[in-house]
């Protein structure tokens, strides 16, 4: 499976955002796909996480009432909707694919990591 991240940029805060990630090479449909962050000089962290029906969302407590993740099982391609975006919210953004081992919001359970798309949210 090889996933692409995309759609990040510059914005500024209060501004929205939506992060795409596309998937390709494998049935990423049928499993958990994450999205994650790391800001310089910070570890990797958990954003938000789908299952493949999309009943299932979990989210970062900073993230709860302004991101919305989301993903078209047609197409495999998952997305982040990115509101209300602060300067704390800089970062990379990766998406990755549960490996059905472990916790689904914790960075060690996801595999398959695609390139990152740089967001920066300016004050």
């Known amino acids: 499976v090889q996933l692409q991240a995309s759609g990040g940029g510059l914005v500024q805060a209060g501004g929205s955002m939506r992060l795409s990630c596309a998937t390709s090479?494998?049935?990423?449909?049928?499993?958990?796909m994450g999205w994650f962050r790391q800001a310089p000089g910070k570890e990797r962290e958990f954003v938000a996480t789908?299952?493949?029906?999309?009943?299932?969302?979990y989210y970062k407590d900073s993230a709860k009432g302004r991101f919305t993740i989301s993903r078209s099982v047609a197409s495999g391609t998952v997305y982040l909707q990115m509101n209300n975006l602060k300067p704390e919210d800089t970062a990379v953004y990766y998406c990755?694919?549960?490996?059905?081992?472990?916790?689904?919001?914790?960075?060690?359970?996801?595999?398959?990591w695609g390139q990152g798309t740089q967001v920066t949210v300016s004050s």
């Open positions: 990755a694919q549960y490996n059905e081992r472990g916790d689904v919001t914790t960075v060690s359970s996801y595999e398959h």
């Open positions: 090479g494998g049935p990423a449909s049928y499993y958990y």
């Open positions: 789908i299952n493949w029906r999309g009943s299932s969302t």
